[in-house]
């Protein structure tokens, strides 16, 4: 056994870079392998892990040593962060990085909805970030959350750093988000002005806009509807009258309401 590692990396040799260890040792490992396989079965536990350690050492000094972290697709997780999740010492034993637990780690992130970890020999741990893409903040009693197009919360996201994007409201709202917006962004337009838009009975959605007006579409092809109104919208801007509502839920109506104050007990108007 001594001899097997001490013929993989002779601790006497005399050291030129680790490159050329590296190369040594690629050379090597093939021949060895099985040997070492077989090796490793006929020991105990702690014999086995001894016998790793040692083995981490041994190529760590044939230049098999953490150098280089390569990330790719981060964009809104921030560097911090994702180190913390590493916890990654350079110059460790390459071959000592547990990438699935790694890889574990790293899926622990709000923001990361697939991940790529590789050991790239002989210095270098690659790792491909798919990161979740926001559509919309689901509001959740006071506060708000952002979602992806699954309806998956984006934990850590700080909803401030996305008011451009529409609030959704309503039980199962978030699962059910993405088919809806992308139908209302078909009238770009129209779309521009909407604010937030709410899941009514978990059958049909009300749309809001941000001068107040409630759009009611109705449960069956409601991006017909809403194509309806971008048109009268483009002919008769019926979306910038004094309107606090347009009911589209009844097919090919338009019914309006007014924006009338109700006079009662205690109105001041």
């Known amino acids: 056994m001594r001899r097997l590692i001490g013929w993989i990396m002779p601790k006497t040799a005399p050291r030129t870079s680790s490159t050329s260890s590296w190369q040594r040792l690629k050379m090597l490992l093939p021949a060895s392998f099985g040997l070492v396989l077989i090796t490793i079965a006929g020991l105990t536990y702690v014999d086995r892990h001894r016998f790793i ?16 972290i390569q990330v790719r697709g981060r964009s809104h997780i921030s560097k911090n962060v994702l180190l913390a999740k590493l916890n990654l010492e350079l110059d460790a034993p390459i071959l000592s990085i547990n990438l699935h637990d790694l890889h574990n780690r790293i899926s622990q992130i709000g923001w990361v909805k697939n991940v790529i970890v590789e050991r790239r020999f002989p210095s270098t741990i690659h790792i491909v970030i798919e990161e979740r893409v926001p559509i919309a903040l689901l509001q ?26 529409k609030v959704v409201v309503g039980k ?97 108007t």
């Open 53 to 68: 350690t040692e083995l981490h050492h041994l190529s760590a000094e044939a230049g098999l040593k953490l150098r280089h």
């Open 140 to 165: 959740n009693d006071s506060d708000h959350q952002l979602i992806d197009a699954t309806g998956t919360v984006i934990e850590g996201a700080d909803p401030r750093d996305f008011t451009h994007l």
């Open 172 to 268: 199962n709202s978030g699962a059910n988000a993405a088919p809806i917006l992308a139908a209302l962004g078909t009238e770009p337009e129209l779309f521009s002005e909407v604010w937030a838009i709410s899941f009514r009975s978990q059958r049909r959605w009300d749309v809001y806009l941000k001068n107040g007006m409630e759009i009611r579409l109705p449960e069956s092809d409601p991006i017909s509807a809403w194509s309806r109104l971008a048109v009268i919208d483009r002919e008769k801007a019926i979306t910038n009258r004094d309107l606090a509502v347009i009911d589209l839920r009844i097919p090919k109506q338009l019914i309006v309401e007014p924006n009338i104050p109700v006079r009662g007990k205690g109105s001041k």
